[in-house]
């Protein structure tokens, strides 16, 4: 193992999930990552021009598949979120986000889900539950994920 694989280093790694206004993509996906990853792995989201709210559309989609997003709340993203986290992946923010030498950058391009009905928030959700489960077995080795949290869709 090398120095830098998490499992060795006891480090737990640390995603930052940016977009614009940190209230639909980002909060997806940080909510996700919290779920499976059973706290191999913190996640957190930010935006560069946060807005007031999530997305009451998305709360209501992620609430139905059992995941609580009463804490959220959009925040900026800053240089230092990003310096801390061992992975940023941007996802609609483009050059607006920080680029912070060292950290990886990866690209999600998934369709923003505000403004969209249920079906449409979970096309989205599927698209990033997808990205999520494959980011979290590339970051973690080995790491067991619960089920989807789509098989229990109603």
């Given at each position: ?35 499976y990853a059973g ?30 997003t009463s804490a ?27 680029y912070v030498p ?53």
């Amino acid at each position: 193992m090398t120095t830098t694989d998490p499992v060795a280093t006891n480090h737990v790694p640390q995603v930052v999930f940016a977009c614009v206004r940190n209230g639909g993509r980002s909060v997806i996906s940080r909510v996700l990552t919290e779920h499976y990853a059973g706290g191999q792995v913190t996640a957190l989201s930010a935006g560069t021009q946060p807005g007031e709210h999530i997305h009451p559309e998305v709360a209501d989609v992620l609430e139905k598949l059992g995941l609580d997003t009463s804490a959220e709340q959009p925040k900026l993203l800053t240089r230092e979120t990003i310096a801390a986290s061992t992975v940023a992946i941007t996802l609609g923010c483009g050059e607006e986000c920080p680029y912070v030498p060292g950290v990886r950058y990866v690209d999600w391009p998934v369709a923003d889900p505000g403004g969209q009905d249920e079906a449409g928030v979970r096309a989205v959700v599927a698209d990033l539950d997808s990205r999520v489960r494959t980011m979290l077995t590339e970051l973690v080795p080995g790491i067991r994920l619960p089920a989807s949290v789509l098989e229990r869709a109603v």
